[in-house]
């Protein structure tokens, strides 16, 4: 490095770390259980309860294109600093005046959801494209397990806090708060945008398309152009690339939303119930670590196709979970499925696409995920009360998840259109195969 100065890289991933440990797995996670408290104080049914969630989901995915609009025009620092302080309006909010299911509707899922969605995975990813080639799927698993870890701390963290404050629901929302500003701290003071800034190049050599032959050996395509947006959107990959994210999307939030009352409408203790939840989210962890060990390797697209077909196993799991063993392998088939998926797919857009598209691409990405999402956890929250089953909706999106397991295994890595023919009518071609 110049003027033998180490590599910031590492040090920014460990701010990236920290500040998705907060700002992603306690509202995240954390909520599931304050939500849990909360309804019962306040009475609320079922069906805001979906309706919460599908809001929140929804704030974290939909503005995606804005905040990456907003990325690329302020920087990743701004972007953090931002989605820092209105997660801590949020929080504070949620602890202070919502005692409706409209107003947590509009405040948890609304502010929270922007606040995640602003100082969450996308900027942080966006940071870590720029800061890494070579080891990308490293970096980024490495980033990505913060929800993971942070999961398993935040939802014994609140539960444990909320039961020392006597049920008070709002406790939670008042460290998260705290934690919050912390989080926004962190972000002003070691957050830097790109290794040129200061004197440095990306981890594993020059930045892609100016040294093709340090690009990343083996059977891992990654891009050696850098593609414009507009480009992007008109490639079929992208599209079916998505496409296979959709069911594993919508059954995420179903399970955050109703699996532990889902299981004990079962038969399950609330005990039994909420040690399940906790071990799917540490189970995310063993999906990350996957893509760590082996993304650098070989293509995560096959790695995701696997996670995804996982994650259909563990929907069919949750169906009749009543034994501890159903319930260890529901817990970690969904977690696993959607650790391993989450970040394989993030590594394939980063890696076919390059790192001058990447935050507008994840912006699409999360509005086209999150949407799914909504839609998941809120027509299964309905059809319950229509059915009073959650078997049409758990068996739909299972379904889902298989077809993107078989789609992923086809589709093929993209190919920049020449610039020279760029004013062409034809649609880019896909690749004959991967890139050496």
């Known amino acids: 490095m110049a003027g033998g100065t180490s590599f910031y890289g590492w040090k920014l991933l460990a701010a990236f770390w920290l500040i998705l440990f907060i700002n992603l797995a306690f509202p995240a996670y954390g909520s599931s259980v304050i939500n849990a408290w909360m309804v019962a104080d306040l009475g609320i049914d079922r069906r805001t309860l979906g309706l919460m969630v599908s809001v929140y989901m929804m704030m974290t995915g939909l503005p995606g294109p804005l905040v990456a609009m907003f990325v690329n025009r302020f920087g990743v620092r701004t972007t953090l600093v931002a989605g820092s302080l209105i997660l801590m309006t949020g929080a504070l909010g949620m602890a202070t005046f919502v005692d409706t299911g409209i107003e947590a509707v509009?405040?948890?899922?609304?502010?929270?959801?922007?606040?995640?969605?602003?100082?969450?995975?996308?900027?942080?990813?966006?940071?870590?494209?720029?800061?890494?080639?070579?080891?990308?799927?490293?970096?980024?698993?490495?980033?990505?397990?913060?929800?993971?870890?942070?999961?398993?701390?935040?939802?014994?963290?609140?539960?444990?806090?909320?039961?020392?404050?006597?049920?008070?629901?709002?406790?939670?929302?008042?460290?998260?708060?705290?934690?919050?500003?912390?989080?926004?701290?962190?972000?002003?003071?070691?957050?830097?945008?790109?290794?040129?800034?200061?004197?440095?190049e990306a981890d594993g050599g020059p930045v892609a398309g100016r040294d093709a032959s340090r690009r990343k050996p083996g059977k891992v395509h990654i891009t050696d152009e850098e593609w414009t947006y507009p480009?992007?959107?008109?490639?079929?990959?992208?599209w079916l690339l998505l496409s296979c994210s959709l069911g594993m999307s919508a059954g995420f939030t179903l399970t955050m939303a109703h699996s532990v009352v889902h299981l004990q409408d079962l038969g399950n203790s609330v005990d039994a119930a909420a040690k399940a939840f906790s071990i799917l989210v540490v189970s995310t962890l063993i999906g990350k670590l996957m893509l760590g060990i082996f993304g650098d390797r070989i293509d995560p697209r096959y790695l995701w196709s696997i996670a995804v077909g996982f994650f259909g196993v563990g929907l069919l799991v949750l169906l009749d979970a009543t034994t501890t063993a159903e319930l260890h392998v529901f817990a970690l088939c969904i977690g696993f499925g959607f650790g391993g998926g989450l970040v394989c797919m993030m590594t394939v857009l980063s890696n076919y696409f390059g790192s001058k598209a990447y935050a507008s691409v994840i912006g699409i990405t999360l509005a086209v995920q999150t949407t799914a999402g909504a839609l998941g956890s809120f027509l299964a929250g309905d059809l319950y009360e229509r059915q009073g089953s959650y078997t049409t909706a758990i068996v739909g999106i299972a379904i889902l998840c298989f077809a993107g397991t078989l789609l992923l295994l086809f589709i093929r890595?993209?190919?920049?259109?020449?610039?020279?023919?760029?004013?062409?009518?034809?649609?880019?071609?896909?690749?004959?195969?991967?890139?050496?």
């Not at 990308?136 to 939802?155: D, Q």
């Not at 480009?231 to 992208?238: N, W």
């Not at 890595?413 to 050496?436: D, F, I, M, Q, Y």
């Open 231 to 238: 480009e992007v959107l008109r490639t079929p990959a992208l």
């Open 106 to 200: 509009v405040v948890y899922g609304v502010l929270v959801g922007l606040g995640v969605m602003t100082g969450g995975a996308l900027a942080a990813q966006t940071g870590t494209a720029f800061w890494f080639v070579r080891r990308r799927a490293l970096a980024i698993s490495i980033i990505l397990s913060a929800g993971g870890i942070g999961g398993f701390v935040a939802t014994r963290a609140l539960n444990a806090l909320i039961t020392a404050a006597g049920g008070n629901w709002r406790a939670g929302w008042w460290l998260i708060g705290s934690l919050a500003l912390l989080s926004a701290i962190v972000a002003a003071l070691f957050v830097r945008e790109k290794p040129a800034d200061l004197g440095q």
């Open 413 to 436: 890595p993209p190919t920049r259109p020449a610039l020279a023919s760029a004013s062409n009518t034809s649609e880019p071609g896909l690749a004959p195969g991967v890139g050496s």
